[in-house]
């Protein structure tokens, strides 16, 4: 593998190390969105955990990380099966001994019209997208609570903000995410610890492309700034959280380039 062309953003970036020796956990973050915020901050100087459901792409991104000299460690697990999320708590504290920032990051979707909607596909969504928030933030909650330190950041959605037809799952789940944010943000501000929110628009990942041309378009003519989001503007508003934003809790920010203003 050729260093040179992995992660150039560590390379180029001129950001002060506001995460110095922090270690930050960021679920599904072997590619998308969540690779490019492990790499924000590992730029800003934080100790990186890459998890993904996929063992090897978690591997192998967390090695990407290595070869640039940022300390980081591969930690895969399902992040709907409690025992798994257990597991990786254990190897993250075995290896690092605290954890200050956790980014629930993982997701899916299984997009259809809510009278075709199967309530497999609105269980997966739910589970993934939001029970498994409970389930990784629980854990770690006590560790940071016990430390009196601690950022978590949840990547909500501007459809769980305004809803999105096809996507009554995915709203939902995005929605209760939001609730989440807040709860826990009331529930440990004694503890120094924040709880926000990030609500991604219409970004640019294999996710939209997916949508087709045709339908990028359509959707790019409703963003005031006339294009789609990337996955580092999303890592830059986490950064915000996880570094500058240390008296802000419970707040939700929309990342659309002013979709829906």
């Known amino acids: 593998m050729n260093a040179s062309n992995v992660l150039p953003m560590l390379k180029t970036?001129?950001?002060?190390?506001?995460?110095?020796?922090?270690v930050a956990v960021i679920t599904g973050s072997g590619r998308g969105i969540?690779?490019?915020?492990?790499?924000?901050?590992?730029?800003?100087?934080?100790?990186?955990?890459?998890?993904?459901?996929?063992?090897?792409?978690?591997i192998a991104t967390a090695q990407?990380?290595?070869?640039l000299g940022i300390e980081a460690i591969s930690a895969p697990c399902n992040v709907t099966v409690s025992?798994?999320?257990n597991e990786m708590v254990e190897t993250i504290?075995?290896?690092?001994?605290?954890?200050?920032?956790?980014?629930?990051n993982a997701g899916i979707t299984r997009d259809d019209l809510f009278m075709r909607m199967s309530?497999?596909?609105?269980?997966?969504?739910?589970?993934?997208?939001?029970?498994?928030?409970?389930?990784?933030?629980?854990?770690?909650?006590?560790?940071?609570?016990k430390q009196r330190l601690g950022r978590i950041i949840n990547i909500a959605s501007t459809t769980g903000v305004h809803g999105n037809a096809g996507q009554v799952n995915y709203a939902a789940a995005k929605a209760g995410l939001i609730g989440?944010?807040?709860?826990?943000?009331?529930?440990y501000a004694s503890r120094n610890i924040t709880s926000n929110a990030v609500a991604p628009g219409f970004i640019d990942t294999d996710m939209t492309k997916a949508l087709g041309e045709e339908k990028i378009k359509k959707v790019v003519e409703k963003i005031p700034l006339g294009k789609m989001g990337t996955p580092e503007d999303i890592a830059q508003a986490v950064l915000f959280f996880a570094g500058s934003g240390?008296?802000?809790?419970?707040?939700?920010?929309?990342?659309?380039?002013?979709?829906?203003?």
């Open 13 to 22: 970036a001129d950001n002060p190390r506001k995460l110095k020796d922090m």
């Open 34 to 58: 969540g690779k490019a915020i492990a790499t924000t901050l590992a730029q800003a100087g934080a100790k990186i955990v890459i998890n993904d459901i996929n063992t090897d792409l978690s």
């Open 64 to 67: 990407e990380f290595q070869l």
């Open 83 to 85: 025992e798994e999320i």
């Open 93 to 104: 504290m075995n290896k690092f001994g605290r954890i200050d920032i956790l980014v629930n």
């Open 119 to 145: 309530e497999e596909h609105w269980q997966a969504v739910i589970d993934t997208n939001l029970t498994s928030a409970f389930k990784v933030t629980q854990p770690i909650l006590k560790i940071m609570a």
């Open 180 to 187: 989440f944010t807040k709860t826990i943000a009331l529930e």
């Open 246 to 261: 240390s008296y802000v809790t419970g707040q939700v920010l929309e990342v659309s380039g002013g979709l829906y203003t």
